[in-house]
């Protein structure tokens, strides 16, 4: 019998006395629960063949081929059709200041000049009319309000805003809003005025562990300035996120903080969302940061205790959809072959003129790709570092790890950050304990996972959740 060819992408995770398989690139995953079966596999992986009917369950379901050439087609297209649909949309962050008004312990725009002023009025025009020359031929357009902080209660700030505003419904832009909510209140008014489709705040806590992490520029506190907001968002009925960014100093006070949400009333409406972020240590005077499996884990736990905190949803643990998708959903989730809209149709335009791919690299020269005003001119070599970069001609490290395609590739930034280049071998998302971790509690303790949660982030935008 011919030797059946087992995909690299098959994963295996024992729980217990189950055997389950995985295969990234189809989508696929199974229980295996005989023993005879589990024997029949470590048989195929040792001698290349099995029983033909187990060899034809498996073949259909993507985890062994009768040549790499049958992968290598599936590889390619549905590569093809990832490359399409991203190229349908663009996303475009505009960066009116990096003037803030908090300041996060955490911050990942640490070091970049915060100066207490806000684009001019020609390069607001120049900024609009390059995004509009990128936006023909798209199916949709979306523009982000972001910073530095987008919507500080400034005259200038709001009229600047408002222009953005105005010309992207004048467009038929999608507009949503990445704020840190401490001045949102005094926008409600004008963004009333448009059809919003997200807007974010972020909450670390209740009020003694958020105004820890977030105090303002004076020190002071600003929880409940934020909690004013978002009252105000919610009665306008806004669409409005809360992000809460986990580490060891706060994770622990998620019932106290989902009991606050419900207090307030917010989880009845049905405009309201939270979900998880991650901070992360790129200036090493964070201590609390922990990795994201280890935090996944803890916040498995915290659900299965008190279940309302199942309302913050795992959006930080992107790669858990792979698992869930199939497992809850009975559906596969579409291989990720770049790590994130930077590598193909983000786009991000200061208030200096300058222009950049990655959204958390706005203000560091490093990650300049070039300048938008007089005329949109490009460092053709950074274009062609950042978006034709795709996981399977990832670095070395990437390019041999069996969960490559859960996480496209790894964070540009995070890594630069850590290492100085986007292309060593440095793994920034450790996905493969974060799956382990998954199906562990899939097996274990299912209800620990709500279906509607996975459902929601296939349902926004495709950039990332800035925090």
Same mark, same amino acid.
């Given at each position: 019998?011919?030797?059946?060819?087992?995909?690299?992408?098959?994963?295996?995770?024992?729980?217990?006395?189950?055997?389950?398989?995985?295969?990234?690139?189809?989508?696929?995953?199974? #229980?295996?629960?005989?023993? +005879?079966?589990?024997?029949?596999?470590?048989?195929?992986?040792?001698?290349?063949?099995?029983?033909?009917?187990? $060899? @034809?369950?498996?073949?259909?379901? =993507?985890?062994?081929?009768?040549?790499?050439? @049958?992968? $290598?087609?599936?590889?390619?297209?549905?590569?093809?059709?990832?490359?399409?649909?991203?190229?349908?949309?663009?996303?475009?962050?505009?960066?009116? %200041?990096?003037?803030?008004?908090?300041?996060?312990?955490?911050?990942?725009?640490?070091?970049?000049?915060?100066?207490?002023?806000?684009?001019?009025?020609?390069?607001? #025009?120049?900024?609009?009319?390059?995004?509009?020359?990128?936006?023909?031929?798209?199916?949709?357009?979306?523009?982000?309000?972001?910073?530095?902080?987008?919507?500080?209660? /400034?005259?200038?700030?709001?009229?600047?805003?408002?222009?953005?505003?105005?010309?992207?419904?004048?467009?038929?832009?999608?507009?949503?809003?990445?704020?840190?909510?401490?001045?949102?209140?005094?926008?409600?008014?004008?963004?009333?005025?448009?059809?919003?489709?997200?807007?974010?705040?972020?909450?670390?806590?209740?009020?003694?562990?958020?105004?820890?992490?977030?105090?303002? $520029?004076? &020190?002071?506190?600003?929880?409940?300035?934020?909690? /004013?907001?978002?009252?105000?968002?919610?009665?306008?009925?806004?669409?409005?996120?809360?992000?809460?960014?986990?580490?060891?100093?706060? +994770?622990?006070?998620?019932?106290?903080?989902?009991?606050?949400? %419900?207090?307030?009333?917010?989880?009845?409406?049905?405009?309201?969302?939270?979900?998880?972020?991650?901070?992360?240590?790129?200036? =090493?005077?964070?201590?609390?940061?922990?990795?994201?499996?280890?935090?996944?884990?803890?916040?498995?736990?915290?659900?299965?205790?008190?279940?309302?905190?199942? #309302?913050? %949803?795992?959006?930080?643990?992107?790669?858990?959809?792979?698992?869930?998708?199939?497992?809850?959903?009975?559906?596969?989730?579409?291989?990720?072959?770049?790590?994130? =809209?930077?590598?193909?149709?983000?786009? %991000?335009?200061?208030?200096? &003129?300058?222009?950049?791919?990655?959204?958390?690299?706005?203000?560091?020269?490093?990650?300049? +790709?070039?300048?938008?005003?007089?005329?949109?001119?490009?460092?053709?070599?950074?274009?062609?570092?950042?978006?034709?970069?795709? +996981?399977?001609?990832?670095?070395?490290?990437?390019?041999?790890?069996?969960? /490559?395609?859960?996480?496209?590739?790894?964070?540009?930034? #995070?890594?630069?950050?850590?290492?100085?280049?986007?292309?060593?071998?440095?793994?920034?998302?450790?996905?493969?304990?974060?799956?382990?971790?998954?199906?562990?509690?899939?097996?274990?303790?299912?209800?620990?996972?709500?279906?509607?949660?996975?459902?929601?982030?296939?349902?926004?935008?495709?950039?990332?959740?800035?925090?």
């Amino acid at each position: 019998m011919k030797r059946l060819y087992i995909s690299p992408y098959t994963l295996e995770f024992h729980v217990d006395r189950t055997l389950y398989l995985f295969n990234s690139l189809s989508g696929a995953l199974d #229980r295996l629960t005989d023993k +005879v079966t589990q024997e029949e596999w470590s048989l195929l992986k040792s001698a290349g063949n099995c029983s033909s009917a187990l $060899a @034809e369950v498996l073949k259909s379901r =993507g985890y062994v081929y009768e040549d790499q050439r @049958e992968e $290598a087609a599936l590889v390619e297209k549905l590569q093809r059709f990832a490359e399409r649909e991203t190229s349908q949309t663009i996303r475009c962050h505009v960066i009116l %200041s990096y003037d803030c008004n908090l300041r996060c312990v955490y911050c990942y725009e640490e070091g970049i000049l915060r100066e207490q002023r806000a684009i001019e009025d020609a390069r607001l #025009r120049t900024m609009l009319d390059v995004i509009e020359q990128l936006a023909r031929g798209r199916q949709r357009t979306q523009v982000v309000l972001f910073g530095g902080e987008p919507l500080l209660k /400034r005259p200038y700030h709001m009229r600047c805003a408002q222009r953005v505003l105005e010309h992207a419904t004048n467009n038929g832009w999608e507009i949503e809003v990445v704020t840190n909510g401490v001045d949102l209140e005094h926008y409600v008014p004008l963004l009333k005025e448009h059809s919003i489709s997200q807007i974010q705040v972020t909450l670390d806590g209740p009020k003694h562990i958020h105004d820890i992490r977030r105090p303002t $520029a004076d &020190g002071r506190g600003s929880f409940e300035a934020i909690v /004013r907001s978002v009252d105000a968002t919610l009665a306008a009925q806004l669409p409005i996120a809360v992000r809460v960014n986990a580490d060891k100093q706060n +994770v622990e006070y998620a019932p106290e903080l989902v009991d606050f949400f %419900s207090a307030r009333g917010w989880l009845n409406e049905s405009r309201f969302g939270a979900y998880w972020g991650l901070t992360f240590d790129l200036q =090493g005077r964070h201590p609390y940061c922990a990795p994201a499996h280890d935090m996944l884990k803890r916040i498995l736990e915290i659900r299965k205790q008190h279940p309302l905190t199942k #309302r913050i %949803s795992l959006e930080a643990w992107e790669a858990l959809q792979f698992l869930l998708y199939p497992y809850l959903l009975g559906e596969p989730r579409l291989p990720k072959f770049f790590f994130c =809209g930077a590598h193909r149709n983000e786009w %991000s335009f200061d208030l200096y &003129g300058d222009v950049y791919f990655c959204a958390d690299g706005v203000g560091r020269e490093e990650f300049r +790709v070039g300048k938008y005003d007089p005329v949109l001119a490009l460092d053709q070599g950074r274009v062609s570092l950042w978006r034709q970069h795709d +996981v399977l001609r990832a670095p070395p490290g990437c390019s041999r790890c069996p969960v /490559r395609l859960c996480c496209g590739g790894g964070c540009w930034f #995070r890594r630069t950050r850590a290492i100085g280049s986007p292309l060593a071998a440095h793994c920034t998302e450790h996905v493969w304990p974060a799956l382990a971790t998954t199906m562990e509690y899939l097996h274990r303790s299912p209800e620990v996972f709500e279906r509607e949660e996975f459902e929601l982030p296939r349902k926004r935008s495709e950039g990332r959740a800035e925090g």
